[in-house]
């Protein structure tokens, strides 16, 4: 017996397919739900990067199921890509020795950079009034950071800027037409 069973409606369309181990004996079910089983084949390639598996095509006649391989939607795709981007934000960059925090994994998602700019007016406009500045704040992981100048706010927000800029220009390419699987295309590093 085959391994596998194309479900056959009353009238003669494929409905489906089950393992003929799940299927004891359809001839002894309720009147209303007998079904009609033919022995087949299953044919499933392994999907590669960029491919999704498509199908499945049944040949009643033939006795086989195919699933064949297709290019993954662009839709999917440029989803995947965004998404990608959006956790390389998240986990964000370490930042150089031209900060005051060498070393320090720094978030760059949207709610950081818009506390860091803050930071940074804020450290500018005490500068300018000639306040002595010396904010204190922790990162995502809990990291303390000590600025005493908005220059040094200004370092940081650069650093991060300038790598979420990066990466959301990657993305937009790896976005464009046709769009290309996350996994092949080459990120920013993180400086790690």
Same mark, same amino acid.
């Given at each position: 017996?085959? !391994?596998?069973?194309?479900?056959?409606?009353?009238?003669?369309?494929?409905?489906?397919?089950?393992?003929?181990?799940?299927?004891?004996?359809?001839?002894?079910?309720?009147?209303?739900?007998?079904?009609?089983?033919?022995?087949?084949?299953?044919?499933?390639?392994? &999907?590669?990067?960029?491919?999704?598996?498509?199908?499945?095509?049944? !040949?009643?006649?033939?006795?086989?199921?195919?699933?064949?391989?297709?290019?993954?939607?662009?839709?999917?795709?440029?989803?995947?890509?965004? @998404?990608?981007?959006?956790?390389?934000?998240?986990?964000?960059?370490?930042?150089?020795? @031209?900060?005051?925090?060498?070393?320090?994994?720094?978030?760059?998602?949207?709610?950081?950079?818009?506390?860091?700019?803050?930071?940074?007016?804020?450290?500018?406009?005490?500068?300018?009034?000639?306040?002595?500045?010396?904010?204190?704040?922790?990162?995502?992981?809990?990291?303390?950071?000590?600025?005493?100048?908005?220059?040094?706010?200004?370092?940081?927000?650069?650093?991060?800027?300038?790598?979420?800029?990066?990466?959301?220009?990657?993305?937009?390419?790896?976005?464009?037409?046709?769009?290309?699987? &996350?996994?092949?295309?080459?990120?920013?590093?993180?400086?790690?």
């Amino acid at each position: 017996m085959s !391994d596998w069973l194309i479900k056959v409606d009353g009238q003669g369309n494929a409905v489906g397919h089950v393992p003929s181990a799940d299927v004891e004996n359809p001839l002894t079910a309720a009147k209303g739900d007998k079904a009609w089983y033919r022995a087949a084949t299953l044919t499933k390639p392994a &999907p590669g990067t960029g491919q999704a598996l498509s199908g499945p095509v049944y !040949d009643i006649d033939a006795g086989t199921i195919t699933y064949s391989l297709a290019s993954k939607d662009s839709a999917v795709l440029k989803q995947a890509v965004a @998404s990608y981007a959006e956790n390389l934000l998240a986990a964000g960059v370490v930042l150089s020795a @031209s900060t005051v925090s060498e070393g320090t994994r720094f978030r760059c998602d949207d709610s950081a950079v818009n506390r860091l700019h803050a930071l940074y007016v804020a450290a500018d406009r005490l500068e300018t009034a000639s306040q002595p500045v010396s904010v204190t704040f922790r990162t995502h992981a809990g990291v303390a950071i000590t600025v005493s100048s908005a220059a040094q706010c200004w370092a940081i927000y650069d650093e991060v800027v300038g790598y979420a800029a990066a990466v959301l220009a990657v993305s937009a390419s790896a976005q464009a037409s046709p769009p290309l699987d &996350p996994a092949t295309v080459s990120w920013p590093s993180d400086g790690s």
